[in-house]
Each structure stands twice: as C-alpha cells, then as structure tokens.
C-alpha cells in the first residue's frame, strides 16, 4: 500500500515519525513524504549567519539526505514560505497538495494533529489544509482511506523539556505502532543528518522520546481497544 506524510518544514518527519517510516518501507509500503517549506526560516540561521534563502538550500540538502538513510520511495520538497503559512492564501496549499495526493494514489496521509504538539502556526496550518483537501478527495478517491495524526501521549509530552508540547489523550489515540530496535536507529541517523540543527536536537533530547510505540490520531474513527497498523481497515 502507499502512504503520503505531509508536514510544513525539514526535520517534522525525523522529530516525528520516522521510525515509522522504516517499518513501513520494512513491510512493502510504499512511504512517501510532501514538505511543504524548504526551512529557511529557522532561528539557526542566525546563530550560523545566513541567509534565508541559503539556509533553506542547506536544509534542503539535509532532507535529502534524511530520505536516502530511511530509504523514502519520493519524497518533494515545496518552496512556500517557512513560518509564513498563516499568511499563505490556503487555496494555494490545498492545491499543491491536492495535486501531490492526486498523483500518488495513497491509501493513508499522514499529518500533525489539531494542536501541532508543538503549537507552532505552520504546524497548525498544516492540519487545517491536509484535513481539507482529504475531504474533498475521499469522495472522488474512493482508495483514499484515511487520514491520520501522528502525535505524542501526554505522558510523553510534560516531559518536554526545551519547549511545552502537547500530547493526545488515550482516549483520543486509535493507533499504535510497534517498531523495532533498527527502526529507532534509523530514525536516530535520520535527526543526525539535520547537522544544522544539532544544538537543538541534543537539548531537546529527542531521540530519548524515540521508543517502540508511536501513536496515531485518526480522524472520523475511533478505535478500542487501539489499531496496530494504520493499514488496518478492518477495525
């Protein structure tokens, strides 16, 4: 089957879930990934003394890189404004990725859940767009089944220390999915490819909320007990 995540910058698929990705790939899916900002806008660029514009190359080659170590059957990479997708004109989002979901045919999209966990704009936007055009495709794409939020529990999320987080509820989490020991060091290598933003990755320590479980939202269902596979359609 093919999945499509689509988040708005480098670095939400390796923060998020790329151990999730390895599995999938593992099994013979078909994991694809939409970005849809090049990153540019990001604080290190100022600690590097860059500019916008070359950090977004930079992050774009490192995301690159990150599809080469999971091993992402394609991944695009768009160029709307990082950190400006509030003021982006939502038509323009839907569309392009209206178009990439078109193209793909995928069983499964992926995307952040309603609070962005880190409660970022661009992560919020995101959500909005994506949740729309599924809507709008599942009539006209009847193999276009489900929509899905990777997320973190609340346990997970106070224990954030960096930056506040948010978490979903169990009752709110209707998948989970168990990855093994080289899927988490794959998704280790994955954050190791983001060099530039190193200093933020080792004190958010990250890879320590990286374990064997990865929980999923999916929306319009409910599941109890929890999925285990999000390509599950008998539950």
């Known amino acids: 089957m093919k999945i499509l995540y689509i988040y708005p910058h480098p670095d939400d698929e390796s923060f998020g879930p790329a151990h999730v990705m390895s599995k999938q ?3 013979g899916h078909e994991v694809y990934l939409l970005t849809l900002t090049r990153g540019g806008a990001t604080k290190q660029r100022k600690r590097l003394g860059i500019s916008y514009e070359e950090m977004g190359r930079i992050r774009t080659a490192e995301m690159e890189e990150v599809a080469r170590v999971i091993g992402l059957t394609g991944l695009t990479i768009l160029d709307f404004t990082d950190s400006g997708l509030k003021e982006t004109d939502p038509r323009e989002l839907e569309r392009a990725i209206r178009e990439e979901i078109v193209r793909i045919e995928p069983q499964v999209l992926v995307t952040f859940p309603v609070h962005g966990i880190s409660g970022f704009h661009d992560h919020l936007v995101g959500h909005a767009v994506v949740k729309r055009v599924f809507e709008e495709l ?3 794409m009847p193999g276009l089944r489900r929509l899905a939020f990777h997320t973190m529990t609340e346990e997970d999320a106070a224990r954030a220390e960096l930056f506040p987080l948010s978490g979903s509820s169990p009752e709110e989490i209707d998948c989970i999915v168990t990855v093994d020991d080289n899927d988490i060091e794959i998704s280790h290598r994955a954050l190791d490819c983001y060099v530039t933003f190193k200093e933020t990755i080792e004190k958010s ?10 929980v ?3 929306y319009g269902e409910s599941h109890d007990p929890p999925l285990g596979d999000l390509f599950d359609f008998t539950g």
């Not at 320590?205 to 990865?214: L, P, T, V, Y």
């Open 25 to 27: 790939l593992r099994e």
């Open 138 to 140: 599942r009539e006209s």
């Open 205 to 214: 320590r990250i890879k320590d909320f990286i374990g064997h479980e990865a």
């Open 216 to 218: 999923f939202e999916i």
